[in-house]
């Protein structure tokens, strides 16, 4: 049995975390509005890109010379895994949902017998994945220092990932991230990145041109070459703001659950805090009278 | 003319412009072009310039753009850009940082392309540093 000192020791710890968790939770809360607004604000991009992409790959079908990031490598044996997570812990399952379904996809991948590669952006994915695939991870890229992504640090991923591709160190390339869908429900996706997938999107109708040809300034496959690198760029992108967002929603409801916890857990101990005392109060009471009636 | 393009202006971070406006003047990397209402379909590459934009009352704005993307389809314009400042808020301070890190491109260039295509940047943005 704690002593009454012990109790009180506790209450005013559990007190304190309670506070910092409380604290978090506000911060998260002010942060997820602006990452929230951030992805928002660069969805029209994303989807315009989406549409171009969609007509001039429309306009290239069955022609033989689309760049390899549209068509492929004809191979599917080496793959890489772009596995984006957030730099900080504190915020629920978020991490560890994304390292897990990276993990299943790689546990998959060398059971079929291909090589994987695996590529961390952020510190979290890293700490979670280094213990069963060590060896595959080639590097981690840390965005601990960047307040608010801008589309620099996407696009200087990109260009990494873009430079394995032309020196033929993979042939795929899944990017895995977290997809914000409310505050409380974040869906951890793969999405393959290269060969890039022209998403048959609902929003993106194919423009009925009505035989009308595009004007390519300057030939369609010169303008693949410059569109598809940043299309890679832009899913990145997109990818990192989504995750920002989730993030933060994770780490709001995870915090909002801790403070809860931490209130019961006063309640409770306070509870037994208060019968204790008087418990202690009857058994001094008891003493003096018993100590009278001795008399 | 009682006919409207529609244009629209994005960059990455977000949506910069959207609404019905008379032309627009789109720095190609083949040269300039305007666009009017109805334009045949065109997708081309940008090259770092100045998109000047005739509005619907005839209000002009002039927006500098670092390369992108521009697609005229039935439906409108639609410049994608990768960076985009509107000549208001361009500060020659700002356009002298941006050639600094042109040149730093340029020295930096791996191989003789590259060195070409930096110094075609760095060349476009002193002429725009210039006209303002």
Do not use: W
């Not at chain 1, 492929?72 to 399952?93: F, I, M, S």
């Not at chain 2, 109805?38 to 934009?53: E, F, K, M, N, Q």
């Amino acid at each position: 049995m704690p002593s009454l000192k012990d109790l009180r020791n506790r209450i005013a710890s559990v007190k304190a975390t309670q506070k910092i968790t409380k604290a978090m939770q506000m911060v998260a809360a002010a942060k997820l509005r602006r990452a929230q607004e951030a992805a928002e604000a660069a969805r029209p991009y994303s989807q315009r890109m989406a549409s171009v992409l969609a007509n001039l790959s429309a306009a290239m079908e069955g022609r033989d010379d689309a760049p390899p990031l549209l068509a492929g490598t004809a191979k599917t044996d080496n793959h890489l895994l772009l596995v984006c997570t957030a730099e900080r812990g504190l915020c629920g399952g978020f991490n560890s949902s994304i390292a897990k379904l990276a993990r299943e996809h790689a546990d998959d991948l060398i059971s079929e017998g291909k090589t994987v590669q695996i590529l961390c952006v952020g510190k979290k994915g890293f700490d979670a994945l280094k213990r069963l695939h060590g060896q595959r991870i080639i590097d981690t890229i840390n965005l601990r220092g960047v307040r608010q992504i801008g589309f620099v640090n996407a696009h200087d991923i990109a260009s990494r990932v873009l430079e394995m591709f032309d020196n033929g160190e993979f042939d795929i390339c899944t990017l895995f991230y977290s997809e914000f869908k409310s505050v409380i429900s974040q869906v951890p996706t793969a999405q393959r990145l290269i060969p890039s997938q022209v998403e048959a999107e609902a929003e993106v109708e194919p423009l009925d041109l009505a035989g009308a040809i595009y004007d390519y300034e300057p030939d369609e496959t010169e303008i693949l070459e410059t569109l598809l690198p940043r299309n890679v760029a832009i899913q990145i992108f997109r990818a990192l703001l989504e995750n920002a967002a989730s993030e933060q929603g994770a780490r709001m409801s995870a915090m909002d659950n801790a403070t809860r916890n931490a209130g019961e857990m006063i309640d409770k101990l306070t509870l037994s805090y208060n019968r204790q005392r008087q418990a202690q109060i009857t058994k001094e009471l008891i003493e003096i009278i018993s100590g009278a009636e001795a008399l | 003319m009682a006919e409207k393009l529609k244009f629209e202006l994005v960059s990455p971070e977000r949506l910069l412009m959207s609404g019905d406006v008379k032309q627009v003047t789109v720095p190609g990397s083949e040269g300039e072009f305007g666009v009017l209402p109805s334009h045949a379909p065109v997708l081309s590459t940008l090259r770092p310039g100045i998109i000047d934009v005739v509005g619907d009352d005839g209000k002009q704005d002039r927006i500098f753009v670092r390369g992108g993307f521009a697609e005229v389809n039935p439906a409108g314009l639609t410049v994608l850009a990768e960076e985009a400042i509107h000549m208001d808020d361009l500060d020659a301070e700002a356009l002298a940082q941006q050639i600094r890190n042109a040149e730093e491109d340029v020295t930096d260039a791996t191989d003789d392309a590259k060195r070409q295509e930096a110094q075609e940047t760095l060349d476009q943005l002193k002429q725009l540093q210039s006209a303002l």
